[in-house]
Structures are given as C-alpha cells and as structure tokens.
C-alpha cells in the first residue's frame, strides 16, 4: 500500500471513530460548543480581572492554539490504548501491509483536521463577539510556522505512542501531565515574564513556546513582550529543527519501543481497568 494511501484510509478511519456516536448534524454542533465553552472560561477570567486588550488577544491566541498541542499529542498516544484495549485491533495492525509509523500519521491528520474545525470556529466566535483583532499581518509566517507546529506536535505525539506501547493504561495521566506542563509553561495564558525565573528558563526550553509565539506575531502583529528580543528569523530556525528533529527522534523511538514490546510480548497485552 503506498504512503498517501494509508495516510489517506488512517485519517478517514480516525475521523469514522471520532464522529461515529452520533448523526453528523449533533457531531458538528457538538464541534462548535465545545472548544467555545473551553475558552470562554479562560475569557470570564480575564473579563473578571479586566486584563489590558493586548493580553487578553494574546491569551485567546494561545488558548484557540494550544487545542492542538492536547488534541493531537495526547490523541495520537491514545490510538495506542484505544485500539489495543478497546478495540483489540492492534496486533492486525501490525501485521498489515501497511506501515504502523503512516497509519500513526494518519490518526494524527485526523485529529488535526476535527481541532482545526474548532479553532476556526473559536476564533471568528472571538473576532465577532469578543474583540479580538486577528489581522493575519503575516501569512507566510502563519502557514510556515502552522506547518512545521503541527509536524512537532504530531511527531511528539508518535513518541508518546511508542511509550503506550510499554505501558498499562496510566499513559493517559502521563500525556495529560505533559499538556499541562506545556499550558503552564509556554505562555498559553499569561506572559513567561508572569512565571519565576527557573519557570522562565523551562518555558524557553519547551519549542511550544516559540510555535505559540511566532503564531501570535503572525495573527497580531506582537507578541509576549518576554520573547520580543527575538527576531522571526531566529523563531523559525528553531521551529524547523524542532520539526525536523521530533520527526526523526519519533521514527527512531517508535521502532524501539515497538520492538521491544514484541520481545516482551505485551504488544496486546490488556490490562482491563
């Protein structure tokens, strides 16, 4: 089976199982209330403390955005449990002619296209009710930075799966520790500046950070004034090696982790709680 193709029959599979519960009429409703009442918390927080305009565009940025980094990276490691333990499927998987690396690619696209349905739907919610003045000032940035984010996100998401591979069901809390981590440390909410001087020093680690960054700049012209030092340039290059660098780290790490859960023996194992 060729690349595109089991890119291709994976993320219409993801999107089948993803929507599969209900008629399409509610799913598309439900895509709409969701991600909308999501943010609207984070909103009613700021509109209590009467944040200034620019730190509340840049929280809703980071927040519409940061959809992403939990639907695609904790979903991704989740196909590993879910078709394992609920489904049992995983061992057929294996064995198919296709690539288990593509069809993890393909669940990936999946995921993003269903949290880029919400994030548009969030975003002309904000621009038309909340104030919000997205701008698009810079859209190469904006598709450059989106492209080489979501290879990132869906790249960490494969090696979150190759953990799966060698653990029970409490992956679930480890993929959620990390979407936390990167909530409280990459500025989704609040300028870095707001963190301690060690938080600061993570938050510049974490490569969420910049993707956020260089996403803000793209849609408002600015960005955390923490980072305003950096140029665009200096942002893409990382963003490129963080690309570039997750992919190869997930292929290289997948593969590992998937031989040695056949060694082990528990490619299939279910652990029923």
């Not at 296209?113 to 548009?120: C, D, G, H």
């Not at 090696?159 to 409280?184: P, Q």
């Not at 893409?236 to 859960?261: E, P, R, T």
């Amino acid at each position: 089976m060729s690349i595109l193709k089991t890119i291709k029959y994976s993320a219409w599979l993801g999107w089948e199982m993803d929507s599969n519960w209900t008629d399409p009429f509610l799913f598309f409703l439900y895509s709409i209330v969701r991600p909308i009442a999501g943010t609207f918390l984070v909103v009613l927080m700021y509109w209590f403390i009467k944040a200034p305009e620019d730190l509340f565009s840049l929280m809703f940025i980071g927040s519409i955005f940061y959809m992403y980094i939990f639907n695609v990276l904790f979903g991704v490691s989740w196909v590993i449990q879910e078709d394992r333990e609920h489904y049992k499927v995983l061992k057929y998987i294996f064995i198919a002619p296709s690539n288990i690396y593509l069809y993890l690619l393909g669940r990936a696209l999946s995921k993003t296209i269903v949290t880029t349905i919400a994030v548009l739907i969030t975003g002309v919610f904000g621009v038309a009710f909340l104030g919000v003045k997205i701008s698009l000032t810079n859209p190469l940035l904006f598709l450059l930075t989106l492209a080489l984010g979501l290879t990132g996100i869906a790249a960490f998401g494969i090696i979150m799966a190759g953990v799966s591979l060698l653990t029970a069901r409490h992956n679930f809390f480890i993929g959620e520790s990390l979407a936390g981590l990167f909530y409280f440390f990459c500025g989704v909410i609040f300028p870095l500046s707001v963190l301690p001087s060690w938080g600061q020093i993570i938050g510049k680690m974490l490569p969420m950070t910049y993707w956020l960054e260089a996403t803000r700049r793209a849609l408002l012209g600015f960005g955390d004034p923490s980072l305003s030092d950096m140029p665009d340039i200096k942002i893409l290059i990382l963003l490129v090696a963080f690309a570039i660098g997750f992919f190869f780290i997930s292929i290289l790490s997948f593969k590992f982790c998937s031989n040695l859960a056949k060694k082990k023996g528990i490619l299939d194992m279910t652990t029923w709680y």
